[in-house]
């Protein structure tokens, strides 16, 4: 099993990276708008430091989905980078123990934000499509967040 699949996603925000930063760190907006289409989010953690927990719950029509990570490396207005594991999965689709990379970077350009997400180490394509899908969501939801 290769530990090399990676996505990358790229948006363009109208809003400036000052808001589109504190949109990706701040447990109150990360509420708003982490997760897919369908799904609640019930609570996140967001103890916003190198070395600080990121953690976060959601529940949709399979049952509460969970996953955590520890920040580890954070650049205001540039780059958050963290660990991500799923640790909570209704039993058709239980953790996997994977840990995996997701780092968010944001350049100021004379439309906005230039947005890039890179979700790396997943294990296989399959993962990569599954997680494709839930970050599309997300980021419409985030584009709505910081552009309005």
Excluded at 60 to 87: D, K
Aim: glycine share 8%; hydrophobic share 40%.
């Amino acid at each position: 099993m290769s530990s090399s699949v990676k996505l990358v996603l790229t948006r363009r925000f109208a809003a400036e990276p000052s808001r589109v930063f504190d949109a990706c760190s701040q447990a109150n907006l990360l509420l708003r708008w982490l997760g897919p289409d369908g799904f609640e989010m019930l609570d996140v953690v967001s103890d916003f430091r190198v070395g600080g927990r990121f953690s976060f719950r959601m529940r949709g029509e399979q049952g509460v989905f969970g996953a955590e990570g520890t920040y580890t490396e954070i650049i205001r207005n540039e780059r958050i980078e963290l660990t991500w594991r799923w640790t909570e999965g209704p039993a058709q689709s239980p953790p996997d123990g994977v840990v995996s990379r997701v780092t968010y970077e944001f350049a100021a350009d004379a439309k906005g934000t230039l947005f890039t997400l890179t979700h790396e180490q997943l294990p296989d394509r399959k993962q990569v499509d599954e997680h494709s899908q839930g970050w599309n969501e997300a980021l419409m939801k985030l584009r709505a967040l910081v552009d309005s």
